[in-house]
């Protein structure tokens, strides 16, 4: 049972993906991906994460481990790496055992193993709303910044899968469900969820 879970940034892609994991008792992976190639590369967790979701051509100078002095082109390698060790330890997953994915063109990575798809999205109003619900401590940004912050890393995330496949971000086309979670708590999407995913695998034994 693999599932991946590709979501509008304030949608609550991540919550979902949570709390179905601990419906389904298996293990849901996405930070952790982040701190494995950090830990793996020496690279800096907050460079992976700036650039795991990044098209390899939209990449800053951040800082890498220590060091400093870090040229245009060495940019673009250590964000090769990034994607390629990114893609190795998401396979390593989906072989090891079944599994909940989340974000990182894992849907285009895994497609051999056949995986279940969900796309998750909202309204904007839901979206910001989410968004000051679950805002750090000392936060204070405007609705207009959350608004823009929220458009980059969406347009981000469909860069970023444009280095995967052309298979267009978002598209309901590419996923077996999409949700709109506009409205809903997500606790309470999450049983009716978790039945339909274990039917839709149930008969694709059948298959």
Not at 64 to 82: L, M, S
Not at 90 to 100: H, L, M, R, V
Not at 107 to 134: G, S, T, W
Request: with cysteine.
């Amino acid at each position: 049972m693999i599932i991946t879970i590709s979501r509008e940034f304030g949608s609550g892609g991540r919550e979902l993906g949570k709390r179905l994991s601990e419906s389904l008792g298996i293990p849901c992976y996405d930070k952790e991906i982040i701190q494995m190639i950090a830990k793996e590369h020496g690279f800096d967790e907050q460079y992976v994460s700036h650039v795991s979701e990044k098209s390899i051509q939209v990449t800053y100078p951040f800082t890498i481990g220590r060091r400093f002095a870090v040229t245009p082109k060495d940019i673009t390698k250590q964000a090769v790496t990034v994607a390629v060790t990114q893609q190795t330890i998401i396979e390593n997953f989906a072989k090891q055992s079944d599994c909940i994915i989340i974000g990182r063109c894992a849907d285009v990575i895994l497609k051999d193993y056949n995986p279940f798809n969900i796309f998750v999205y909202a309204d904007k109003a839901a979206k910001l709303q989410r968004c000051m619900e679950h805002a750090k401590e000392g936060e204070t940004l405007t609705l207009v910044e959350l608004e823009h912050n929220m458009r980059a890393i969406d347009k981000n995330r469909a860069r970023h899968r444009d280095f995967y496949t052309d298979a267009k971000w978002g598209a309901n086309e590419n996923f077996h469900l999409c949700i709109n979670t506009s409205g809903f708590e997500i606790k309470k999407l999450v049983p009716i969820l978790a039945e339909y995913i274990k039917l839709w695998f149930e008969i694709r034994k059948t298959i």
